[in-house]
């Protein structure tokens, strides 16, 4: 049986030694070092990383998903699942979907940088465009250059997508969106989801989500179909 969640197999990511925010501290140690998110500076590219909404922002329910652009799974609710979801509850207004970065490896730091580079407008076509073609780069021996060619063919130019992966001040929001995510809300695998307040790891199928939505809807709201 495949298991619906990616999970990370390292201790390390892309040099920060343990993923909570704060090293545990060992008998008689210093108190161990902080993540110290680096600020952006006036060259740092703009708008910065951060939570995208799909939907409404007046839908009556609110569905958070975190996830990780090198995952399978994530890759599978995106291009199968989602399209479902869109049509059915978030067009019509009933549902407002937030997409929070939960990157597992370096290469998933890259590719949501990419997509974060294009700003808001270009990010939904961007996502869907690394998902459905997940296996072309994302165990690529050179993933740079394929997100690179990726973004410039959407229309950002090559010295932007290099500014963005070598600025810390713009790839920092994503780490620490990973970082909050473990905080607050428990998250250690992608994808997992917000719903009600509650946090459900693992591919929600279309009908699984209907499920769990369907009782925070107003009285008498249904979705299309």
């Not at 040099?15 to 110290?36: E, H, I, K, M």
């Not at 600020?39 to 975190?66: H, K, M, Q, Y």
């Not at 890259?110 to 459905?132: I, N």
């Not at 929001?173 to 997992?192: G, K, Q, W, Y």
């Amino acid at each position: 049986m495949v298991s619906p969640l990616c999970v990370l197999r390292r201790r390390t990511f892309f040099g920060l030694t343990a993923l909570p925010a704060v090293v545990p501290r060992t008998a008689r140690s210093q108190p161990a070092q902080r993540w110290d998110l680096t600020a952006p500076g006036p060259d740092t590219p703009r708008p910065l990383p951060g939570e995208r909404a799909i939907g409404r922002a007046d839908a009556p329910v609110t569905v958070i998903e975190f996830h990780s652009l090198t995952c399978g799974n994530c890759a599978r609710f995106h291009t199968e699942i989602f399209p479902r979801i869109k049509a059915a509850y978030i067009e019509p207004g009933l549902v407002r979907f937030l997409l929070r970065d939960f990157p597992l490896d370096r290469v998933a730091l890259d590719a949501a940088a990419m997509v974060h580079c294009g700003g808001p407008d270009r990010h939904e076509a961007l996502l869907a465009m690394l998902y459905s073609n997940k296996e072309s780069w994302a165990h690529s021996p050179d993933a740079r250059a394929w997100l690179r060619r990726t973004g410039t063919l959407a229309g950002i130019s090559a010295e932007r997508i290099d500014a963005c992966w070598n600025d810390r001040g713009f790839t920092d929001p994503i780490v620490l969106s990973r970082l909050e995510a473990a905080r607050d809300f428990n998250v250690s695998a992608t994808p997992s989801f917000i719903i009600g307040g509650r946090l459900y790891p693992g591919v929600l199928a279309f009908e699984r989500f209907a499920e769990l939505v369907r009782p925070l809807l107003p009285p008498g709201a249904a979705p299309r179909g």
